[in-house]
């Protein structure tokens, strides 16, 4: 059996507990939101935890902007990349992204496969990731390079990965959905389970969820293929105007957010409808971790 740290980035690796990838096949079904949502609920689900969040959406960084940290500059230490820390000095929730190394954050990034490959490899090998009891890990749409490069990259901590599978409940994001499960299938990732998003519609006047398009068909997919169904997830516009909100979050010359001992976005998002919601899916995915993870 290969040993944790026989690469460089088994050996950055190597003090990380739990990796999981989330990804949907198909673009536009929220799945840097979830991403995002997943990484922030993980760190307030013990006053201990740290969170790492890794995005390789390359083309389409958008972790940034969610976390509210445009603008944040990457600095280099003697031991790697510094990556972001979307809490200030708390230093719980670490980001890394591709949009930090843009000059402005409209330029385009266009990228052959192995210049993709090469850049996770950096992320993975090359960022000061510290201990963390989790990293996600924001996957672009479809099953290709980045996918195929994160599986090839981390198979020295291949029994810690494990993945979250995205969709929305119609019927061709759930075709591609089952494209992303048979990936996992092929390659041998644990899949934790399915969130069905954009399940209903959050009424901003009185909280009330209204089915406005069609709901159930993730649950359904979940049913069928033997998945954990981890939940439903409406759309909630005081989420979608919070995550959008790039420019309320300063930074600092350090690359913190200012109000460094109060992580200003969590009080935000615990306020939105969702919050408990989605504290309800990492519960799930925290227990099924912590079964994958004890001894038999």
């Known amino acids: ?100 190394l843009l000059k402005k954050k ?74 992303c499960l048979s990936f996992t299938r092929a390659v041998s990732l644990p899949v934790l389970g399915l969130i069905e998003n954009m399940s209903g519609y959050v009424c901003p006047c009185c909280g009330e969820i209204s089915n406005v398009f069609s709901t159930g068909g993730g649950q359904e997919m979940a049913r069928r293929e033997g998945l954990q169904f981890l939940g439903s997830l409406p759309v909630d516009t005081d989420l979608v105007t919070l995550l959008d909100a790039a420019d309320s979050g300063a930074a600092d010359s350090s690359g913190a957010n200012s109000g460094s001992e109060t992580f200003d976005l969590l009080r935000r998002y615990q306020r939105t409808s969702t919050a408990p919601l989605f504290a309800k899916i990492v519960e799930e995915i925290v227990r099924t971790l912590d079964q994958k993870s004890s001894p038999a």
């Open 106 to 179: 409209e330029d385009s990034v266009v990228w052959r496969g192995p210049k993709k490959n090469a850049m996770i490899r950096q992320f993975l090998s090359d960022v000061r990731w510290g201990e963390l009891d989790y990293l996600v890990i924001d996957t672009p749409p479809g099953t290709s390079d980045e996918h195929l490069s994160l599986i090839e990259h981390m198979a020295p901590v291949a029994g810690r990965l494990s993945a979250v599978i995205v969709t929305t409940p119609q019927a061709v994001a759930l075709l591609d959905a089952m494209k």
């Open 1 to 100: 059996m290969a040993s944790t740290v026989d690469t460089p980035a088994g050996r950055r690796l190597q003090h990380v507990k739990h990796i999981i990838i989330v990804c949907s096949g198909k673009g536009g079904v929220g799945k840097s939101s979830v991403s995002t949502q997943l990484a922030i609920s993980l760190r307030n689900s013990s006053p201990t935890a740290r969170v790492g969040i890794l995005d390789v959406d390359l083309t389409g960084p958008s972790i940034p902007r969610m976390l509210q940290l445009d603008g944040h500059p990457v600095h280099q230490s003697s031991d790697g990349w510094v990556p972001v820390y979307a809490d200030g000095s708390e230093a719980r929730l670490a980001c890394m992204s591709v949009g930090f």
